[in-house]
């Protein structure tokens, strides 16, 4: 068996150079025309800084039989050289939103360690020699036929890059430990993204108040707060701060209640925000909430859990708000009126539970 490509190492320098060698060919007929804009252009490079890894490249390379020069051809990648070159060019700034140290500064106004970094900074590359167009061809549809159908939120990752997405992933960032170990996403979910779903729900409600769970309106926050999401400092604050106290009050018993499930977790934060913080549109009583306050908060939780548990088996529900508790959490969890009812429902047992 012959193997059709060899996997190296190439730095932004090593591509700068070839590039102005004319040794570089950026637009062969293989490369779709897509135009990044200014927002997935500092993304890139605000990644490239942090030392993170991008998507491999493929390079077709031949030798020229009179000169034995290299011809390059990327094959696919065009666009992230594209944008390394226009910024270490000074073509664009990088974004605040990406990076607040930072942001603002074209190429020339970094440091020079930081600078010297960038061009020290390695792609990998799928070295294709001397490959002809058919087996180009052949290598993509090979290529495709493994790749996963993109999920929703793997295609807004892939799509946006402003203030909204930044914030989310920032957050996701810092909390993915906690969903994990806590049960709220297994690490499968996590690697498609399910987690960073659901803090732009939140986030969602924290701005605007309760919202269907629906795609069409996650779709639409990332839309409409791309170029600036309002008051993001304080709601990553608040955010965090919620998210302690949720961990706070329940500890490491989490993972054994059925508050660990998305459908039931939604109403909890938005809960414990509103008695923090008061939640926009929501009208439910408020509280203060203390570390004293916590064992009754926990309390509260647990016999709920209990109360499910005891409907599921066929217990009749002691009343009719305990009913409809059940009922929204076990059916149409994402529908604005459960999703509202539960998080009054939550808001009320705490009250009651903490005079």
Known sequence: MQQLFNT????????????????????????????????????????????????????????????????????????????????IKDGFKLSKVHNRELGGKFFSQLDAGTQRDILKYEFVVDLLQDMPDNEIYDLFARINTYSERLKPQELRNAQWFGDFKSCVYELAKSFVGFFEKAGVFTSKQILRMAEAEFISELLLAMEEGIREGKKVVIDKAYRDYDDGFPNRVRHERRFADVMDTIGRIIGDQLPELRFRATRLFYPLFCAIYHLKYGLPRLQAPRKAVTASTYPKMLSVLEALDELIDAIEGGTAPPSEADRKFFEAQDEHSVHVANRTFLTQHLCREFVKALK
Do not use: C
Request: zero cysteines; aromatic letters at 12%.
């Open 8 to 87: 190296r190492n190439y730095s932004i320098r090593d591509f700068a150079e070839w590039d102005e060698r004319q040794e570089l060919e950026l637009v062969p007929k293989f490369q779709r025309r897509d135009v990044w804009n200014a927002k997935a252009k500092s993304y890139l490079m605000d990644t490239i800084i942090r030392g993170k890894p991008i998507p491999k490249l493929y390079m077709r390379q031949d030798i020229a039989p009179g000169t034995h020069r290299a011809k390059r051809e990327i094959v696919d990648g065009q666009q992230r050289l594209r944008t390394v070159f226009s910024f």
